[in-house]
C-alpha cells in the first residue's frame, strides 16, 4: 500500500488545512458521495485518492486533485480519520479551442482568460487557426496553381489579419517576436507560393505545409496572449512530436510510439504548466509536414490527450453540449449530460455537430473522457462522453440518448426469387456499388432473401442503378431478379443509445410513434450491437418523424398541432379553455398544445407556431384571411414541425363534416361535436369508421352526444368489454329537458324556449331541437354504435315544431312566430299535470329488434325521467350485465362549458393515445 500521508499538500486546502478550518455540519460520508456526483469516472484514479477512515472497511474514493482538495477541505470528521494521497507528478488536462473560440482578438483573450481561471493543474491547449484562415490558406494554393495572381492580394489580408489581433493582444518584446516571425513565415510563403505559381502545380506537401500556417499564428498569439499574465507558457509546435501516416485516401493514423518519443523529448527540454500547442498539423516519419485533414484540431486534441494520459479533453466551442436532436429541427431538443463513446460515435455518424468518429479513438482506448463545452457559457456544464455514463438510473427514456436524421438519400431494391439461397448475390451487388465509388448508408434484407434493400446519397444513385442493371442484365432477363428498383426522396431517421441494447420494447415505441404521426416506414435496419436503429422514410417526413420519436421518448413535449373550425359558442368556449390550461398541460402533462389555425365561415387566422390564445379574437379581425377550408387545412398537413395534427370541427356544417374522411386519410386527427358526420348517409359513415379502424389516425366525438358526459365512451366501454347492449333510452336533448323541466304553468312555453336559447343549449336553429331531429341525430349515433345499420329517415321522430312553423325561413322568424301556439302546450302540460304525470321528450335505441324512435312520453312524477332539473340528459344502458337495474348516466347535457369541456377532454384522449403520459 502507498503511504496514505499527505504526500503532495495543496495549500490552502490541503486535508491538514481543512482540519484547522470551522466544520461544517455535513457528514464526511455525505461530503464526498455529493463531490462524487459530480465526478466523471469513479472506476479509474484520476489524479489521487482520499480516505475516511483507516480500517479496512474505510471508504476510499479517487478522484482528481481538485475534488481530492475540495473534499478534504469540506469534510467534518475525525482528524485522524480523514488521509488523502496526491502523486508526485501532475495530470494533464487538455483543452481544445477551435476557430469560432479563436475567431477575434477579444475571443482569443477570452480564451487566454478561461486558461488561466483554473490553475488547478497542467494543461495542454490545442487551438484552431483562427476562423477562416484554413480556408483562406487552400484558397491560397489554390489560387497559386491555377495561376491566379491575386494570391499575393490574398496573402496580404492574412498577414494584415494576424499583424492586426496582434497589436490587439500584444505588446513589448511578445509583440515583437511573434510580429518578426510573422513576416518571416509571410516571405517564404510568398516565395513558396511564387514557386507554385509558376509550376501551375503543388504537391500535397507543398499544399499541406501552407496551409498549416494558420494553427502556427493563433498558437503563437494565444501562448503570449497567457503569458502577458505572468504565467509562464510555451508554445508547441506539433509537427515536432506528432508523428502520422497515411491510411487510406485523406485519412492518417497517428504513430503513437515514435510521437511519445517526440514528445517526451520536448517535454524534457521545455517543461511548462501550460503549453499551447498546434490542432491540425502533424509531420510524416520523414519529417516532411502533413496535417490531420478534416476535423484534425479535434483529432489532435485526443491523440495528444492519449499521449499525455490526460485526465480530460475538452472541447470548446459555441454550443452548450451536445443536444437530443438538431435544435433547429426540434426546438424542445435537450442537452445530453453524459454520453459513451459509442453513442457519441454513433451520433457523430450522423452529422450530429458531436466530434468526428475517428477523434473518440485515442481516447476511447485510453478511457479518458471528453467534455464539450461552450466557451461562450462557462455556466452551462457541457456534455461529457466517457466509457459507461454513471448518472443513469435505468429508466426507459434514458434508453433512446437522441435522434438524428440524413436527407438526399435514395433507397435501391433488389428483389426476385433468383437470390433465396444463391450465395454471392449481395457480395455482387456491392462491389458494384463499390465500382461506381458510391457510399451504401444502410442495408437491410429479409431472411426471406428475396430481396435486399440498401441507401445511398441520392447524387449517387444513378450511378448504382446503371451498374447493378448492367451487372445483372442476364439475371434479370431470365426473371431471376425481377426488378432493380430506386425509390428517391428518402431520408434516414436513427435512434441511437447504447441502453437500447438489450431493453424490450423500445423499438415498439419508436415504431408506434411513428405510426401515430402516420409516417409509413420503408425500410428498417439495426445490427446486433443495438446501439443504434435506422428508419428508413420521405424525406418530407423525416422532420414530422423526427419529432414524433423525440417526444415519445420522452426528450420533449407530445406536440399537438390544432386547427379549429367554427370558433361559434362552443369553439370559442373550447379556445378560452385551452388558452387557461396550455401552460398547466406542458408543465405536468407534458403536452404542447398549439392552435395554428382557427376559421369561421368569413375569415380565419393561421400561424406557423401558435395563435395568440388571448387575442385571438382581435387577432381574427385584423390579422386574418378570407377564410377558405382546403387552404386551412393544407396550412396544418403542411407544417413539417408538428409531428401530429387535429382538426377540431365546432360547427354545425355538414359540407365541414363531409371532409372528415379526407383528413383522416392525410394523417390528421378529427374531434367534433358536430353530429353531421355520425348521423349521415350511412354508407358515408361506414367508409369513415372502416377507414379509424385500419389507420392509427384518431377520430373522436364524445360531445355529440349528451355534451361532456361519458356517453360515448361508458357504450364503448360496454361493447369492447362484450357486454350486450339490449336498449338505450333516455333524454338526450338539453333543450328539450331544460324546456320540460321548467315548463311547470308558471311561464309560457314559448319563454322557456327563447330561455332555452339564451343559456346556449339549442342548436344554432332551434327548430333543429324541437323538431326532434337533434334527438334523432343522438339516436342514430348510438344505434350506429351499436352495430344497427340505420339511417336518420328510419327513425320515427314526432316534431314539436308546430305545422305551420316550419317553412320560417330563418330561426329569429321562428322564435317570433312561436307565441302563438302557447296555448296548445298549456292544455297538453294539463293533461299530464292532471294524470300525475311529466312531459318528457325521450329518444329510444331499440337494439333487440334494431329499432330507434323519437318520442313525447308521459311519466309518473316518481320515474327517474321526472326527476330532472337544468339541462340534465339521463341515459339509461339496458344490457346483459345491468338488466335488472340499467345503468345510467346523468347530469348537464349541453351548454357551452360543459361541452366544450367534452372537447377538450378528446383532445386530451388523443394525446395520451400518442404517448402522452397518463
Ligand atoms: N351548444 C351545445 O350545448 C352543444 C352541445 C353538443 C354539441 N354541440 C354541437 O357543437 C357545434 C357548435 O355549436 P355552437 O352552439 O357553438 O354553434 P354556433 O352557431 O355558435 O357556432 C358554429 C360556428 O361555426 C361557424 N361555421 C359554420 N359553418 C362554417 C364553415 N363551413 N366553416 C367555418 N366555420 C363555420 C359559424 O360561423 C359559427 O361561428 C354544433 O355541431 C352543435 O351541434 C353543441
Ligand atoms: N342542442 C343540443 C346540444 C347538445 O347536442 C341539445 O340541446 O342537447
Ligand atoms: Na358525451
Request: aromatic share 6%; proline share 4%; with cysteine.
Amino acid at each position: 500500500m502507498r503511504s496514505l500521508a499527505i504526500t503532495s499538500p495543496v495549500p490552502p486546502t490541503s486535508a491538514a488545512a481543512a482540519r484547522r478550518q470551522p466544520r461544517s455540519s455535513a457528514s464526511g460520508r455525505e461530503v464526498v458521495s455529493q463531490c462524487l456526483k459530480c465526478e466523471i469516472n469513479k472506476d479509474r484514479p484520476l489524479g489521487g485518492y482520499l480516505r475516511i477512515g483507516q480500517s479496512q472497511g474505510s471508504l476510499l474514493r479517487h478522484g482528481s486533485k481538485n475534488f481530492i482538495a475540495q473534499a478534504a477541505a469540506a469534510i467534518s470528521v475525525e482528524q485522524d480519520e480523514v488521509s488523502t494521497y496526491l502523486p508526485k507528478g501532475d495530470m494533464w488536462s487538455v483543452h481544445k479551442f477551435g476557430g469560432t473560440c479563436m475567431g477575434t482578438p477579444q475571443r482569443i483573450q477570452n480564451v487566454a482568460d478561461i486558461v488561466l481561471g483554473d490553475s488547478s493543474e497542467r494543461k495542454l491547449i490545442i487551438v484552431s487557426a483562427m476562423s477562416k484562415v484554413t480556408d483562406m490558406m487552400y484558397s491560397l494554393v489554390h489560387k497559386a496553381q491555377s495561376r491566379d495572381d491575386s494570391y499575393t492580394m490574398a496573402l496580404d489580408q492574412i498577414f494584415e489579419k494576424h499583424m492586426a489581433s496582434a497589436k490587439e493582444l500584444l505588446d513589448g518584446e511578445d509583440l515583437a517576436r511573434f510580429l518578426s516571425q510573422l513576416h518571416s513565415d509571410i516571405s517564404n510563403l510568398r516565395a513558396m507560393l511564387r514557386a507554385i505559381y509558376i509550376a501551375g502545380h503543388a504537391t500535397e506537401s507543398f499544399s499541406e505545409f501552407v496551409v498549416g500556417h494558420g494553427e502556427l499564428w493563433s498558437a503563437q498569439i494565444l501562448s503570449y496572449a497567457i503569458q502577458k499574465s505572468g504565467t509562464a507558457c510555451s508554445w508547441m509546435d506539433t509537427r515536432e512530436v506528432l508523428v502520422v501516416k497515411p491510411s487510406g485516401y485523406n485519412l492518417v493514423d497517428p504513430d503513437y510510439l515514435e510521437s511519445k518519443k517526440r514528445l517526451q523529448k520536448w517535454f524534457s527540454r521545455q517543461p511548462a504548466e501550460i503549453i499551447v500547442a498546434t490542432g491540425f498539423i502533424a509531420s510524416t516519419a520523414e519529417n516532411i509536414p502533413t496535417t490531420l485533414k478534416r476535423d484534425g484540431s479535434d483529432f489532435s486534441a485526443a491523440i495528444i490527450g492519449s499521449l499525455v494520459r490526460a485526465r480530460q479533453v475538452t472541447i470548446w466551442t459555441d454550443v452548450d453540449g451536445v443536444f437530443s436532436a438538431d435544435p433547429r429541427k426540434v426546438s424542445e431538443a435537450v442537452i445530453l449530460s453524459t454520453l459513451s463513446y459509442q453513442e457519441a460515435w454513433e451520433m457523430s455518424y450522423f452529422g450530429a455537430n458531436v466530434l468526428h468518429p475517428r477523434t473518440i479513438i485515442p481516447v476511447m482506448k485510453d478511457n479518458i473522457p471528453i467534455v464539450i463545452r461552450n466557451m461562450f457559457n462557462l455556466s452551462a456544464p457541457g456534455t461529457v462522453i466517457c466509457k459507461q455514463p454513471a448518472n443513469e438510473d435505468g429508466d426507459l427514456d434514458a434508453c433512446v440518448k437522441s435522434f438524428a436524421t440524413i436527407d438526399n438519400l435514395a433507397l435501391v431494391n433488389v428483389e426476385g426469387t433468383g437470390m433465396a439461397g444463391v450465395p454471392g448475390t449481395s457480395s455482387t451487388i456491392f462491389s458494384a456499388v463499390k465500382d461506381v465509388g458510391a457510399n451504401v448508408i444502410m442495408i437491410s434484407q429479409a431472411s426471406s432473401e428475396h430481396s435486399i434493400c440498401f441507401a445511398v446519397p441520392e447524387k449517387e444513385v444513378a450511378a448504382v442503378s446503371a451498374a447493378l442493371h448492367v451487372r445483372f442484365r442476364e439475371a434479370l432477363a431470365a426473371g431471376r431478379l425481377s426488378k432493380v428498383e430506386i425509390i428517391h426522396g428518402c431520408s434516414i431517421l436513427a435512434a441511437v443509445g447504447l441502453r437500447m441494447a438489450s431493453t424490450p420494447g423500445v423499438s415498439a415505441i419508436l415504431f408506434d410513434a411513428l405510426a401515430k404521426a402516420n409516417i409509413n416506414v420503408r425500410a428498417i435496419a439495426q445490427g446486433c450491437s443495438e446501439y443504434n436503429i435506422t428508419v428508413v422514410l420521405k424525406q418530407e417526413d423525416c422532420v414530422r418523424a423526427l419529432r414524433a420519436a423525440h417526444s415519445r421518448f420522452f426528450l420533449s413535449k407530445t406536440t399537438l398541432a390544432v386547427g379549429i373550425i367554427g370558433p361559434g359558442l362552443i369553439g370559442a368556449t373550447l379556445i378560452k379553455q385551452l388558452g387557461e390550461q396550455v401552460a398547466v398541460l406542458k408543465e405536468n402533462m407534458n403536452i404542447d398544445v398549439r392552435v395554428v389555425g382557427i376559421t369561421g365561415s368569413s375569415t380565419m387566422l393561421l400561424s406557423d407556431s401558435g395563435v395568440d390564445l388571448s387575442r385571438w379574437k382581435e387577432d381574427l379581425q385584423t390579422e386574418s384571411k378570407p377564410a377558405d377550408l382546403a387552404i386551412f387545412v393544407r396550412h396544418l398537413s403542411e407544417n413539417h414541425v408538428f409531428p401530429n395534427k387535429v382538426l377540431v370541427d365546432c360547427t354545425a356544417d355538414t359540407n365541414v363534416a363531409s371532409h372528415y374522411y379526407d383528413w383522416l386519410k392525410k394523417g390528421i386527427h378529427v374531434i367534433t361535436p358536430n353530429k353531421k358526420a355520425n348521423s349521415g348517409p350511412l354508407d358515408r359513415y361506414l367508409k369513415l369508421r372502416t377507414l379509424q379502424r385500419a389507420s392509427y389516425t384518431h377520430y373522436f366525438y364524445e360531445a355529440t352526444v349528451g355534451a361532456g358526459l361519458p356517453i360515448i365512451s361508458t357504450l364503448r366501454g360496454l361493447l369492447e368489454t362484450g357486454d350486450n347492449i339490449l336498449r338505450i333510452e333516455g333524454i338526450f336533448s338539453g333543450t328539450l329537458s331544460y324546456i320540460f323541466n321548467n315548463f311547470e304553468g308558471t311561464r309560457s312555453f314559448s319563454d322557456v324556449v327563447a330561455e332555452a336559447k339564451e343559456a346556449g343549449y339549442t342548436e344554432p336553429d332551434p327548430r333543429d331541437d324541437l323538431s326532434g331531429t337533434d334527438v334523432a341525430r343522438k339516436v342514430i349515433i348510438l344505434a350506429r354504435e351499436c352495430g344497427l345499420r340505420l339511417e336518420l329517415s328510419d327513425i320515427p321522430v314526432k316534431s314539436l315544431v308546430p305545422e305551420p312553423l316550419t317553412s320560417c325561413s330563418s330561426a329569429d322568424e321562428f322564435m317570433q312566430k312561436l307565441p302563438s301556439f302557447d296555448q296548445d302546450w298549456a292544455r297538453q302540460r294539463h293533461e299530464a299535470e292532471a294524470a300525475g304525470e311529466v312531459l318528457r321528450y325521450v329518444g329510444v335505441v331499440d337494439v333487440l329488434n334494431k329499432k330507434g324512435r323519437v318520442e313525447l312520453q308521459r311519466y309518473k312524477k316518481d320515474h327517474p325521467f321526472a326527476q330532472l332539473s337544468g339541462s340534465d340528459n339521463i341515459i339509461a344502458f339496458t344490457t346483459s350485465r345491468y338488466k335488472e337495474q340499467p345503468l345510467m348516466v346523468r347530469g348537464p347535457g349541453a351548454g357551452a362549458e360543459v361541452t366544450a369541456g367534452g372537447v377538450f377532454c378528446d383532445i386530451l384522449r388523443l394525446a395520451s393515445y400518442l404517448g402522452a403520459p397518463s
